[in-house]
């Protein structure tokens, strides 16, 4: 018996050693599992924090360019003279067209606290981060009663793009999203989503207050960024049109009437005439600066494209659908902005990409949920559904690395070399510098005689940067460099090494006009001599 008790106890202790062999060697999959189902429980909060890590790394950064400095100029002239602030970058004193509700909170903001307008308008990014994910929330559940789509509405509006999306303001793909999320397009999108989301569930009690609400912020989104303002009141006539369409005048009637006075409202901002800015023929510049939004245009749209039988599919099934009402509505304005050459009508294009995203994530959670319940699909949907599924994965990845790419801390900042200027120029003091520094200039202190961007109330810009061209060139006298600085009343002169057309001979005729008062291995600041002007 002492033998079978013997040969039980071995057989029931290499069970035990078996048993735990099969248990660790089930342990790493088991810890995939268990971290796979947390991570696609707060999935929403993943995605954040990671768009939120690259658009840290770009403030840690502060490698701005483009349209910031636009931004931030008005910051700092608004903090400087809220009344009468001027041109923030010229020497003049005419109307600027960025001159808005969101720039003046942050020019408050930088006066109040007395911090830079550069490091205001960059801090902004994390508060607008925020509220687009929590706008994108806030209209997609008011319109959808998939449960993910929120989620897959917001990734597909962060990767799904082509290869060569627009690197503009509003676009919001993780190629971009770092160095324009602190713009006040960003603020209009998610103030735009607010408003769709209202319009869209009018009904009830607090439908009076929701129609005040959507004028005063159709007013500010006009103001702030006149391009998405176009968004917004074609997307509120395409809501309600489909009201209309089933019947209920009333809501459409309301909506129309929150339009009309969000432009009422914008008619009476005192800064700059609206509609100067955004009517047809008004304002060659705003139109010609937005040509590019009909190149390249599958190449920019890419495989947000698969939308677009959703998009169809949804008004067969309800042809009162709001969002099947806005493509069509945006499409139309589309068109007409290139029939017409007015250019300024073509960044409707941010809206028609939001509606695909949109139709795309909401099919995609669906077809999750049919999946996860264990629900068969046809055969032709479920190829669909893996082939987009391998697309997602595929987009995710490659704009990520962009991202990183791009925002990863640790890249050089694109303007700590001009920094020294608001130690020795005024903010009414008059630079003369290469085009190259003139965008940067005004936001550290003084004005310039010319920029390389269009603008809509300048009509000399052209010849003003044709002057900065002359000045600049090394057979022009010296007399008519000096007839210059005396019409402009300038009083100081930036060198840059940037500028390839300085050639030490140039470097020193244009020293004889005053004193160096600052020197660098990047820049010299010239301070011009007061009995010139």
């Not at 590019?292 to 039988?309: D, I, R, S, T």
Request: charged share 15%; with cysteine.
């Amino acid at each position: 018996m002492d033998g079978v008790h013997n040969k039980n106890t071995k057989s029931f202790k290499v069970f035990l050693a078996m048993n735990r062999l099969t248990v660790l060697s089930s342990f790493p999959q088991n810890c995939i599992l268990s971290l796979g189902k947390i991570a696609y429980k707060y999935k929403f909060i993943i995605l954040f924090i990671i768009v939120l890590a690259l658009v840290i790394g770009q403030i840690y950064n502060q490698r701005w360019q483009g349209d910031f400095w636009q931004h931030s100029a008005v910051v700092a002239a608004l903090s400087d003279n809220f009344v009468d602030p001027g041109h923030p970058r010229l020497n003049i004193n005419t109307p600027y067209e960025m001159y808005s509700p969101y720039l003046l909170v942050l020019a408050f903001l930088a006066r109040l606290l007395a911090i830079h307008p550069i490091i205001v308008l960059s801090s902004f990014a994390v508060l607008n981060l925020a509220f687009w994910f929590y706008a994108m929330r806030f209209f997609v559940t008011r319109i959808s009663t998939a449960k993910d789509t929120p989620f897959y509405a917001i990734l597909f509006s962060l990767v799904m793009w082509g290869p060569y999306p627009w690197m503009w303001s509003g676009f919001l793909h993780l190629k971009a999203i770092g160095n324009v999320i602190p713009y006040p397009s960003a603020f209009s999108i998610a103030c735009t989503l607010i408003v769709w989301g209202w319009a869209i569930t009018l009904e009830g009690k607090n439908k009076w207050v929701k129609i005040f609400s959507m004028a005063v912020i159709s007013g500010i989104v006009l103001l702030s960024n006149p391009q998405t303002g176009m968004g917004l009141v074609a997307g509120l006539g395409a809501i309600a049109l489909s009201r209309l369409a089933k019947g209920c005048l009333m809501p459409a009637l309301l909506i129309c009437g929150a339009v009309v006075g969000g432009f009422g409202l914008a008619q009476l901002w005192p800064y700059y005439p609206f509609f100067d800015v955004v009517a047809p023929g008004k304002s060659v510049s705003y139109h010609l600066g937005n040509y590019w939004m009909y190149h390249n245009v599958l190449l920019g749209m890419g495989p947000a494209l698969l939308g677009l039988p959703l998009i169809i599919s949804r008004l067969r099934y309800n042809r009162y659908d709001p969002m099947g009402y806005m493509a069509v509505m945006f499409s139309i304005i589309y068109v007409y902005g290139y029939i017409t050459k007015n250019y300024g009508y073509g960044r409707i294009i941010v809206q028609i990409m939001f509606i695909l995203h949109f139709v795309l994530g909401e099919w995609f959670a669906r077809a999750i949920q049919m999946t996860t319940s264990g629900k068969l699909m046809r055969f032709r949907t479920a190829m669909i559904f893996k082939f987009t599924r391998a697309v997602i994965i595929a987009m995710s990845l490659y704009f990520l690395a962009l991202g990183i790419y791009r925002f990863h801390p640790g890249r050089d900042s694109t303007y700590e070399s001009l920094t020294f200027l608001k130690d020795y120029v005024s903010s009414q003091d008059v630079v003369i510098t290469g085009l190259d520094n003139a965008d940067m200039v005004p936001s550290f202190g003084g004005k310039v005689i010319a920029t390389s961007t269009n603008e809509s109330f300048v009509s000399d810009i052209k010849a003003r940067c044709d002057e900065i061209r002359e000045f600049f060139d090394v057979k022009t006298e010296l007399h008519a460099r000096e007839l210059l600085i005396k019409r402009h009343k300038a009083r100081f002169i930036l060198l840059s090494k940037t500028n390839p057309d300085l050639t030490e001979n140039l470097k020193n005729e244009l020293r004889l006009f005053g004193i160096t008062v600052y020197r660098s291995n990047d820049h010299e600041l010239i301070s011009i001599a007061s009995e010139i002007f």
